[in-house]
């Protein structure tokens, strides 16, 4: 009976060796780990997150350097037609809104300077003085009024009787 004892101690004393063991083993596994990481995010040679800022970089440059570029006769950054004037309308009309809403209008001589002098009156729109022939016309070139309305009247017929 004593004998029996003594074993069962002795077994119990492995048991908590063994588990002691184990929890200093994952101590040191996650000490590792911590190291690890805290070292791949500070070294600034392998470090993630300067890799991820770079990459957000990118694409502002390529954007900045491509700014005059001419795609099939449209101005890429604004979408305006190449013609002359385009570049003193792109200086004088896209600092308050986008290249799209004049984009958007399409009117006679008449109606696009009675635009400029409503954002001149109301909108803060700067005095365009001698830009200002060139970038009407260069907008009534482009952009006049659409074409809209019935069709031209039919003419020369030769029409038939429906009935002999
Ligand atoms: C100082 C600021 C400013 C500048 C510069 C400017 N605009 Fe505007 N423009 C405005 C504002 C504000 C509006 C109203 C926007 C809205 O309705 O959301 C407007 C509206 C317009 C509209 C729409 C008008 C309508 O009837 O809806 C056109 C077209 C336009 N601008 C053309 C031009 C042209 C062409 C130029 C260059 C000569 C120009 N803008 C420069 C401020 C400006």
Redesign the pocket.
């Known amino acids: 009976m004593k004998k029996n004892q003594e074993s069962s101690k002795s077994q119990l004393e492995k048991t908590f060796r063994l588990a002691y063991a184990l929890i200093l083993s994952m101590l040191v596994l996650v000490l590792f780990l911590t190291a690890s990481t805290i070292y791949l995010i500070t070294d600034p040679s392998l470090s993630l997150l300067r890799r991820f800022e770079a990459s957000a970089e990118e694409p502002e440059a390529s954007v900045s350097e491509n700014t005059d570029l001419i795609e099939n006769g449209i101005h890429v950054e604004t979408g305006f037609i190449d013609a002359p004037g385009m570049m003193v309308?792109i200086q004088?009309?896209?600092?308050?809104?986008s290249s799209k809403?004049?984009i958007?209008?399409r009117?006679n001589e008449e109606r696009?300077i009675q635009?400029?002098r409503?954002?001149q009156e109301?909108?803060?729109?700067?005095d365009?003085g001698e830009?200002?022939k060139i970038?009407?016309d260069y907008?009534v070139t482009n952009y006049p009024p659409k074409k809209v309305g019935r069709r031209a009247n039919l003419q020369e017929i030769e029409w038939y009787p429906l009935e002999e």
Not at 122 to 126: M, S
């Open positions: 309308t004088n009309c896209t600092n308050c809104h809403l004049v958007a209008n009117m696009w635009t400029i409503w954002m109301t909108q803060n729109l700067w365009l830009n200002e970038i009407v907008l």
